[in-house]
């Protein structure tokens, strides 16, 4: 089987308007290809951003550089403290302390953190849901109404995705953080720390 590419992404946006497909991302588009290029661009980071097991990353210690600040790589999507007394956000690409309202950082910092990985990384049924997410999406702006097989195309498509992504974790749910506290034992996610 054959990884579906972005231009089949893009194709399959134009597909659900009725238009001709194109043979290549390179170069000057024409207007649809151009807008169905930028809704497969924007669905594919807001699905990354979602935090799925292949683009996220645990217990990664970030150091501070030798300003004191935690300058993040441009692909972090989103960042988590391991320890939940460390409280953190993104802000102008940087770590940023919430408690302390500051940037400033005298030691490192262990994130859980979600990347953006380029549409050739993604697994394929990343990439299904995607393009399929982005046509749906697509279609309805251009045609300026609902459709519902797009939507059931999409819908299909995310189960996939979810199905694959809670294989691949090996998820139970006694994992959860709200179970772990009801059974009094430490959450997975902390089970390192103490």
Known sequence: MLDLTKLEAVNECLAAIGEAPVTSLAGDLPLDAELAEKEV?????????????????????????????????????????????????????????????????TSPVRVNQVVA???????????????????????????????????????????????NDARTRDLRISDTASVGRITHRVSPFDWRHF
Do not use: H, M
């Open 41 to 105: 661009d924007r669905c594919d980071r807001e699905v990354q951003a979602r935090g799925w097991s292949f683009n996220s990353d645990f217990d990664v210690s970030l150091e501070p550089d030798g300003s004191n600040e935690i300058v993040l790589d441009a692909a972090v999507l989103r960042v988590e403290a391991v320890l939940r007394s460390v409280d953190i956000a993104i802000r102008g690409g940087k770590l940023y302390d919430l408690v302390e309202q500051s940037f400033t950082f």
């Open 117 to 163: 990985l380029s549409f050739d990384d993604l697994p394929q049924v990343a990439r299904e849901y995607i393009a399929k997410r982005a046509a749906r999406k697509f279609a309805e702006k251009a045609l300026a109404g609902p459709q519902p097989t797009l939507r059931d195309d999409e819908r299909e498509a995310k189960a996939a995705l979810l199905r």
